[in-house]
């Protein structure tokens, strides 16, 4: 019999114990169990009454479906548990007092990607836990270096979360007899040379022509200057492309580009890039908006958008340098520039 550690023994028998941990522990125990429930509602998706039918706007400009609602009533009901002061959804306009006093704060997107729901596509839940600072809201505006933890659950054909805690990535998988987390992986690193890449090509009239480059670059293949041919992968699923990083490698980009409602990128920082990309780099990689580092970027408004490239640190480095010095950002038709300049000598 394979004798796993369960959540809840692995996160007692963890690093030092700080108050900030402590609590922290309870907050990533109480989404778990909500996970749990919210596994089961996805994977009967009908039979649970959910028909995917489309509501109301969210605060940020997305329409809810029914499962976007199902999904945040549940965790909000889980975080009313644990030591939390405020929480941010996606799902709502503003942050919403919980235990002013307690000592933590949330931003969560309780079901990120919901529309692949329809396509049987994995989907998520992706949280970002930070000390409260002098007043809840202003929680809210601090950089992703103020997170003390974050993670998500991907809901496919194994349930799984990924948890970032005491600088450190490792990963739990559903035993859904026993309705509990088992350790399934400790201590993740990206693998650092992986040849693949992730973005939605038909987009590439609208990107910038640093992102072009880079993409034409990786698109020659053995042909060109790094001499080895890449994979392309888009799942089109934050959480699935996350996955996929942490276990293969390589590296994902969701860049700003020149539609309206895109020159900021795609995004939410808050509950989406600031704890991806602590996930990234505690787990050896890097997240970067192509100008600077994700986790040093201050949310102006709860929902801000951002420009998002994960995965492996040396990829993503390059696709930083070779944005450096690109002004303005969006030309119309490709940079000479990049064209004669190769990114893997």
Same mark, same amino acid.
């Given at each position: 019999?394979? @004798?796993?550690?369960?959540? @809840?023994?692995?996160? #007692?028998?963890?690093?030092?114990?700080t108050?900030t941990?402590?609590?922290?522990v309870? &907050?990533?125990?109480?989404?778990a169990k909500a996970?749990?429930? /919210?596994? =089961?509602?996805?994977?009967?998706?009908?039979?649970?009454?959910?028909?995917?039918?489309?509501?109301?706007?969210?605060?940020?400009?997305?329409?809810?479906?029914?499962i976007d +609602?199902?999904?945040?009533?549940?965790?909000?009901e889980?975080l009313?548990t =644990?030591? $939390?002061?405020?929480?941010?959804?996606?799902?709502?306009?503003?942050?919403?007092?919980?235990?002013?006093?307690?000592p933590?704060?949330?931003?969560?997107?309780?079901l990120?990607? #919901?529309a692949?729901?329809?396509?049987?596509?994995?989907?998520?839940?992706?949280?970002?836990?930070?000390?409260?600072?002098?007043d809840?809201?202003?929680?809210? %505006?601090?950089p992703?270096t103020?997170?003390?933890?974050?993670?998500?659950?991907?809901?496919?054909?194994?349930?799984?979360?990924?948890l970032?805690?005491?600088?450190?990535?490792?990963?739990?998988? +559903?035993?859904?007899?026993?309705?509990?987390? $088992?350790?399934?992986?400790?201590?993740?690193?990206?693998?650092?040379?992986?040849?693949? %890449?992730?973005?939605?090509?038909?987009n590439?009239r @609208?990107?910038?022509? =640093?992102v072009?480059?880079?993409?034409?670059?990786? /698109?020659?293949?053995?042909?060109?200057?790094?001499?080895r041919?890449?994979?392309?992968?888009?799942?089109?699923?934050?959480?699935?492309?996350?996955?996929?990083? *942490?276990?293969?490698?390589?590296?994902?980009?969701?860049? =700003?580009?020149?539609?309206?409602?895109? !020159?900021?990128?795609?995004?939410?920082? *808050?509950?989406?890039? @600031?704890?991806?990309?602590?996930?990234?780099?505690?787990?050896?990689?890097?997240?970067?908006s192509?100008?600077?580092?994700? +986790?040093?970027?201050?949310?102006?408004t709860?929902?801000q958008?951002?420009?998002?490239?994960?995965?492996?640190?040396?990829?993503?480095?390059? &696709?930083?340098?070779?944005?450096?010095?690109?002004e303005? +950002?969006?030309?119309?038709?490709?940079?000479p520039?990049?064209?004669? !300049?190769?990114?893997f000598?």
């Open positions: 019999m394979d @004798h796993r550690p369960t959540l @809840h023994c692995h996160l #007692s028998g963890g690093g030092a114990e108050s941990r402590t609590a922290a309870l &907050v990533i125990e109480a989404l996970a749990v429930d /919210l596994a =089961a509602i996805i994977a009967a998706g009908p039979l649970a009454g959910i028909t995917g039918a489309a509501g109301a706007m969210n605060p940020d400009g997305d329409r809810q479906k029914d +609602l199902a999904a945040d009533r549940l965790m909000r889980a009313r =644990a030591p $939390v002061a405020a929480v941010l959804s996606e799902e709502g306009e503003l942050p919403q007092t919980l235990h002013e006093a307690a933590l704060c949330v931003a969560i997107d309780p990120d990607g #919901s692949n729901l329809e396509n049987n596509i994995s989907v998520g839940t992706i949280f970002s836990i930070r000390p409260r600072a002098r809840t809201l202003s929680t809210f %505006f601090e992703g103020a997170q003390c933890a974050a993670g998500f659950f991907i809901y496919g054909p194994q349930t799984i979360l990924v970032a805690l005491d600088r450190r990535v490792d990963c739990f998988i +559903l035993d859904p007899a026993a309705r509990e987390f $088992v350790l399934l992986k400790r201590g993740i690193h990206v693998p650092s040379d992986t040849p693949e %890449f992730a973005i939605n090509a038909s590439r @609208h990107w910038s022509s =640093a072009r480059a880079y993409i034409d670059d990786c /698109l020659a293949g053995a042909n060109g200057e790094h001499g041919d890449f994979n392309m992968r888009w799942i089109g699923s934050l959480v699935a492309e996350a996955y996929r990083i *942490l276990v293969r490698g390589g590296i994902f980009l969701y860049p =700003a580009d020149s539609r309206p409602g895109y !020159r900021e990128g795609r995004l939410r920082l *808050l509950y989406e890039a @600031h704890p991806i990309a602590l996930i990234m780099e505690w787990a050896g990689g890097a997240a970067s192509g100008r600077a580092r994700i +986790l040093e970027l201050c949310p102006r709860p929902h958008r951002v420009p998002l490239i994960m995965g492996a640190l040396r990829a993503v480095t390059d &696709v930083d340098v070779i944005h450096q010095g690109v303005p +950002l969006f030309e119309s038709g490709d940079a520039l990049f064209a004669r !300049r190769g990114l000598r």
